[in-house]
């Protein structure tokens, strides 16, 4: 699908359920537009990844995700080898010769048919998609390195095999929670944009979006509870996965307005650590007012 301005895409992203302000909007249409990658950075539960994911929808594109953590490297995001197969191949090439070409054999054995991609390489293969690479700040320095030629030519080298290169540039959006800081390396590459947390009436509409059955006094009430609660010295201030949780947990109990007493008894729906429980049962007419 193309989308002719930054109206227009947050108009394709309402349709799929993702409310987007005028700046997330303008962020990823450029993004679309001038084909760069989008780098998003902001407290967790703001909304990065559920971006990526509602723009494969909006836009009709497949969504590759790649999900980085501590110690991920090239074999795991970009390609491996099949080796069980290929030792197969070499064995059948053997009992099939009397006179086995080495060269020709060893040349067999590196071919599309026994490369197994992994989502950085079927990104380009399977290009036009959206690409993303969740929480860069997962992973190190190395594999940051590694993304360079991706993020700048849209294609990469295996030695064994020769350059692949996507016929369309995929769609990218690089996720962080800032748990470190990425190169500007990196960075340079790429369009930035900083996702806060939605204003009340963004977080309202959020959540009677996503649970019809929820009323606009109790979307109003969790909202407004939470926006307290990320004003706190919490460990893990909630996101607004935390905020549906929590109006979820209501709706199950069969609640239509939040009060101190079922406050109390669903917090685990909201917060996820001990001490931000006790610090928050100890404030909790206040978070309520």
Partial sequence: MKVNSPEELATELDRVGYLADEGVATAAFLALRMQRPLFCEGEPGTGKTSLAVSLSEALGLPLVRLQCHEGIDAAQALYEWDFPRQL?????LEAGSEHLDVDAAEQSLFTERF?????????L?????????????????????????LLDE?????PEFGEI???????VLLTSNRTREVHDALK??????????????REVAILRRRLPGVGERLATQVAAAVRRLRELELLKPPGIAESLDWAQALLALNRSELDA????RTLGAVL??????????????TVLA
């Fill in 88 to 92: 197969l191949h070499l064995r059948a």
């Fill in 115 to 123: 490369l197994l991609a992994r989502p950085l390489l079927r990104a």
């Fill in 125 to 149: 293969k399977e290009s036009p998609c959206v690409l993303l690479v969740d929480e860069i700040d997962r992973a190190d320095d190395e594999f940051e390195a590694f993304l360079l030629q």
């Fill in 154 to 158: 849209n294609a990469v080298t295996i």
């Fill in 165 to 171: 290169r996507a016929e369309r540039p995929p769609l």
């Fill in 188 to 201: 340079r590459r790429c369009l930035y944009h900083w996702l806060e947390h939605p204003d009340l009436a």
């Fill in 261 to 264: 007493e079922v406050a109390a």
């Fill in 272 to 285: 996820k650590y001990s001490e931000d429980l006790d610090r928050v049962r100890a404030k909790l007419d």
